[in-house]
């Protein structure tokens, strides 16, 4: 049976063990017709024309975890963000561990997605977001919806602003031999809140795990919102995140991906900007080794005038590591003075290693500034000498120009913690020691 | 008698792409001396630095490159570093996010490192750092940026002669760190330059203008004209060439 097959008699099996008068009930089934209809993304879909699901769907992955398993703390603070404070929201193979979370509702509520489609005081925000923002028509989404039980609720109400940063961890154990998880989060910033938000991903084993993800977040009038993506994974553990944001009047959202590791990582980010003056902010980060694949594909979609976005994503890859970059922006006929700024910069390391980048532009708007560059290069051999004639040795010297080369991106990380967190995750990554914080 | 030879170079040849650049440079630096080395564009001066501290892009071929009698060949650029040797750059590169203080003290401890010692203790790098900054009167503030980001060009220069002080090399080589400085910055480079002078190490002073040479003061002036040095004097050569140009001595030269 192959993944698909699998995949939709496990749904009758889901589909059992819940309430069918729920509201959501029906869009869970909409979109699982949707999957059936189209399927896995093949390479001749254009948006997947270099990423290929082919050897995913030939592993035999649970649906369902069968054991539920306990972790202690101290086995996997490190993957925490442990230097500071946080809320936590926790889930080990895809089920929500209330041990190793800290959960709220004084105020605002950071909570789970089983409590809020259960219990009738989260109702009308569910019915208000849940599916709001996320693709109907997208397959890997809707199979997403279809199976969307669990994952983070996050709730934060007009003019409120949570204590403290929220981490949302999801660990898989290796319990089973192969497992697929399809979390689902939803983020809803009221008018004038905000929020920061750390999300990641990690396998605690060698064994193969699939994360079909999908995040709604609402941004109201005037809302902050602050997303760090840390994807460091193992290189059995592949990805597929669906981000969707909606915005609205002069609202902030910054989206943070920083893909250092992994098997396969597909990022499909999109941001509709739905009012004026609002900024969007998409940047990341990818170092990649190996055989490892990134797949960034941005949309931001300029509906509203005088609206601004920022793109930046650097890339570094070694090895047979292959990466990909298509951004696309639309700017509407009536997104008049839109600001849209993107730019791509590579640096391959080796002869084997590869990146695709397309820009996709779509503007029918006549008065607008959008820009867009791409580079891709080796590292700097004028540069390198530099350092080395200083004493720095060939490796720190590489090292101290990634660094210097990821920058722009890291120097907007606004959690001076996650900050020297990535710095140590890049420097453990490329063998280097660099005696200070960056 | 002791030897006191800083560095020595004997028949140095050295090409890119096939295209010979040194045509057999002989040269010998004493410890406590401080060498010129002048010439119009392309006549191999900055190949010259460069060869000196290891750029490998540089082919050597025929030739020696001896630093206290050791010969550099097999040595890469960052041992040859540890060893002493020190670069100021023409063009120095820009490092975002790394700033001047914290590149200082990485190249710092990675010199320790190679000659076995400890992380040097960060109030004696602290008390190093502010001594030599005010020397060169470079601004507190200064240190905090972004190594050579959106630096001036007497900024870049001024940082790599605080470079050099933090270093404390037993050979400077100083490649056209006048150009780009107004007349005070000048002043103060010079000056910085001149503290830094010892018996126990020697610094080789590239450069087009006598200027320079008016507050840097060369114990010997060389003249480098199609990969070789075609004339050596004392001080007097290089107002010489000031008030005469280098025509006669390319006339002398193809003779």
Redesign the interface.
């Given at each position: 049976m192959d993944l698909k097959e699998k995949l939709v008699s496990s749904f009758m099996a889901f589909e059992d063990g819940l309430d069918l008068d729920h509201p959501v009930h029906e869009e869970r089934s909409n979109a699982m017709k949707n999957f059936e209809t189209k399927g896995f993304p093949t390479k001749k879909d254009e948006a997947w024309k270099y990423t290929s699901l082919r050897g995913l769907q030939k592993v035999d992955f649970s649906i369902f975890p069968k054991h539920e398993t306990t972790l202690e703390y101290k086995d996997v603070k490190k993957y925490f963000l442990h230097e500071i404070d946080t809320y936590k929201i926790v889930f080990v193979d895809g089920v929500y561990s209330s041990y190793l979370s800290e959960t709220t509702h004084d105020g605002v509520d950071i909570c789970l997605m089983s409590s809020a489609f259960s219990k009738p005081m989260f109702q009308q925000v569910i019915e208000v977001y849940f599916n709001k923002a996320a693709s109907k028509d997208e397959s890997l989404t809707s199979l997403n919806t279809a199976f969307s039980k669990e994952g983070a609720y996050i709730y934060i109400p007009k003019n409120k602003m949570p204590k403290k940063p929220i981490q949302i961890l999801h660990l898989a154990t290796g319990n089973e031999a192969a497992l697929m998880l399809q979390p689902r989060n939803l983020i809803v910033a009221e008018d004038n809140a905000e929020v920061q938000i750390i999300e990641r991903h990690q396998s605690l084993t060698g064994n193969e795990v699939f994360t079909n993800s999908v995040t709604e977040i609402f941004a109201g009038k005037d809302a902050i919102v602050d997303y760090y993506k840390v994807q460091n994974d193992e290189p059995t553990a592949s990805l597929v995140d669906n981000t969707y944001i909606s915005q609205k009047r002069s609202s902030v959202v910054r989206v943070h991906t920083f893909s250092l590791g992994g098997k396969l990582i597909r990022n499909n980010l999109n941001f509709y900007q739905n009012g004026e003056r609002i900024d969007s902010t998409l940047k990341g980060v990818t170092i990649l080794g190996d055989k490892q694949h990134v797949d960034h594909h941005t949309l931001v979609h300029h509906a509203q005038p005088n609206c601004e976005s920022h793109q930046d994503y650097k890339g570094i890859f070694g090895d047979s590591s292959t990466g990909v970059f298509n951004g696309k922006i639309i700017v509407d006929k009536i997104a008049q003075k839109t600001d849209a700024f993107q730019q791509n910069n590579n640096i391959l390391l080796s002869d084997r290693s590869t990146i695709n980048s397309k820009p996709q532009l779509e503007i029918f708007a006549d008065d607008v500034k959008c820009s867009h560059g791409c580079t891709i290069g080796q590292l700097?051999?004028?540069?390198m000498?530099?350092?080395?004639?200083?004493?720095?040795?060939?490796k720190?010297?590489k090292a101290?120009?990634m660094?210097?080369f990821?920058?722009?991106v890291?120097?907007s990380v606004r959690i001076p913690e996650l900050k020297a967190r990535i710095n140590k995750i890049i420097a453990d990554k490329l063998g280097v020691r660099?005696?200070?914080d960056? | 008698m002791k030897n006191n030879s800083m560095l020595e170079i004997k028949n140095l040849h050295a090409s890119v792409d096939d295209k010979e650049i040194l045509k057999g440079i002989d040269l010998k630096v004493n410890a406590g001396e401080v060498h010129a080395i002048m010439g119009p564009n392309g006549s191999g001066k900055s190949t010259l630095a460069?060869v000196i501290?290891?750029?490998?892009?540089f082919e050597v071929g025929e030739g020696n490159i001896l630093l206290e009698g050791e010969d550099l060949e097999e040595l890469?650029?960052?041992e040859?570093?540890?060893k002493g040797?020190?670069?100021s750059?023409q063009y120095?590169?820009?490092?975002?996010?790394?700033s001047v203080t914290?590149?200082m003290?990485?190249?710092?401890?990675?010199?320790r490192k190679?000659q076995g010692l400890e992380?040097m203790p960060a109030n004696e790098m602290l008390k190093k750092i502010r001594e030599k900054s005010e020397m060169l009167e470079i601004d507190r503030k200064f240190l905090s940026r972004?190594l050579n980001e959106g630096f001036s060009g007497g900024e870049k220069k001024r940082n790599e002669i605080f470079?050099m002080a933090m270093?404390e090399p037993k050979l400077a080589i100083l490649d056209e760190t006048d150009s780009g400085l107004d007349i005070d910055a000048l002043r103060i480079v010079a000056n910085g330059v001149n503290k830094l002078r010892s018996k126990d190490n020697a610094i080789i002073v590239i450069t087009h203008y006598q200027r320079l040479l008016e507050y840097i003061v060369p114990d010997f002036v060389h003249v480098l004209y199609n990969g070789k040095i075609v004339k050596s004097g004392t001080k007097e050569l290089a107002l010489e060439l000031e008030e005469k140009g280098y025509d006669w001595l390319k006339e002398e030269a193809a003779v």
């Amino acid at each position: 049976m192959d993944l698909k097959e699998k995949l939709v008699s496990s749904f009758m099996a889901f589909e059992d063990g819940l309430d069918l008068d729920h509201p959501v009930h029906e869009e869970r089934s909409n979109a699982m017709k949707n999957f059936e209809t189209k399927g896995f993304p093949t390479k001749k879909d254009e948006a997947w024309k270099y990423t290929s699901l082919r050897g995913l769907q030939k592993v035999d992955f649970s649906i369902f975890p069968k054991h539920e398993t306990t972790l202690e703390y101290k086995d996997v603070k490190k993957y925490f963000l442990h230097e500071i404070d946080t809320y936590k929201i926790v889930f080990v193979d895809g089920v929500y561990s209330s041990y190793l979370s800290e959960t709220t509702h004084d105020g605002v509520d950071i909570c789970l997605m089983s409590s809020a489609f259960s219990k009738p005081m989260f109702q009308q925000v569910i019915e208000v977001y849940f599916n709001k923002a996320a693709s109907k028509d997208e397959s890997l989404t809707s199979l997403n919806t279809a199976f969307s039980k669990e994952g983070a609720y996050i709730y934060i109400p007009k003019n409120k602003m949570p204590k403290k940063p929220i981490q949302i961890l999801h660990l898989a154990t290796g319990n089973e031999a192969a497992l697929m998880l399809q979390p689902r989060n939803l983020i809803v910033a009221e008018d004038n809140a905000e929020v920061q938000i750390i999300e990641r991903h990690q396998s605690l084993t060698g064994n193969e795990v699939f994360t079909n993800s999908v995040t709604e977040i609402f941004a109201g009038k005037d809302a902050i919102v602050d997303y760090y993506k840390v994807q460091n994974d193992e290189p059995t553990a592949s990805l597929v995140d669906n981000t969707y944001i909606s915005q609205k009047r002069s609202s902030v959202v910054r989206v943070h991906t920083f893909s250092l590791g992994g098997k396969l990582i597909r990022n499909n980010l999109n941001f509709y900007q739905n009012g004026e003056r609002i900024d969007s902010t998409l940047k990341g980060v990818t170092i990649l080794g190996d055989k490892q694949h990134v797949d960034h594909h941005t949309l931001v979609h300029h509906a509203q005038p005088n609206c601004e976005s920022h793109q930046d994503y650097k890339g570094i890859f070694g090895d047979s590591s292959t990466g990909v970059f298509n951004g696309k922006i639309i700017v509407d006929k009536i997104a008049q003075k839109t600001d849209a700024f993107q730019q791509n910069n590579n640096i391959l390391l080796s002869d084997r290693s590869t990146i695709n980048s397309k820009p996709q532009l779509e503007i029918f708007a006549d008065d607008v500034k959008c820009s867009h560059g791409c580079t891709i290069g080796q590292l700097d051999e004028e540069a390198m000498f530099y350092l080395r004639s200083r004493g720095i040795p060939k490796k720190e010297a590489k090292a101290l120009l990634m660094y210097a080369f990821a920058n722009n991106v890291l120097e907007s990380v606004r959690i001076p913690e996650l900050k020297a967190r990535i710095n140590k995750i890049i420097a453990d990554k490329l063998g280097v020691r660099m005696g200070f914080d960056l | 008698m002791k030897n006191n030879s800083m560095l020595e170079i004997k028949n140095l040849h050295a090409s890119v792409d096939d295209k010979e650049i040194l045509k057999g440079i002989d040269l010998k630096v004493n410890a406590g001396e401080v060498h010129a080395i002048m010439g119009p564009n392309g006549s191999g001066k900055s190949t010259l630095a460069e060869v000196i501290a290891g750029q490998e892009e540089f082919e050597v071929g025929e030739g020696n490159i001896l630093l206290e009698g050791e010969d550099l060949e097999e040595l890469s650029p960052e041992e040859r570093a540890h060893k002493g040797v020190f670069l100021s750059f023409q063009y120095p590169v820009e490092i975002p996010g790394v700033s001047v203080t914290n590149f200082m003290k990485t190249a710092i401890n990675e010199s320790r490192k190679a000659q076995g010692l400890e992380d040097m203790p960060a109030n004696e790098m602290l008390k190093k750092i502010r001594e030599k900054s005010e020397m060169l009167e470079i601004d507190r503030k200064f240190l905090s940026r972004s190594l050579n980001e959106g630096f001036s060009g007497g900024e870049k220069k001024r940082n790599e002669i605080f470079q050099m002080a933090m270093m404390e090399p037993k050979l400077a080589i100083l490649d056209e760190t006048d150009s780009g400085l107004d007349i005070d910055a000048l002043r103060i480079v010079a000056n910085g330059v001149n503290k830094l002078r010892s018996k126990d190490n020697a610094i080789i002073v590239i450069t087009h203008y006598q200027r320079l040479l008016e507050y840097i003061v060369p114990d010997f002036v060389h003249v480098l004209y199609n990969g070789k040095i075609v004339k050596s004097g004392t001080k007097e050569l290089a107002l010489e060439l000031e008030e005469k140009g280098y025509d006669w001595l390319k006339e002398e030269a193809a003779v």
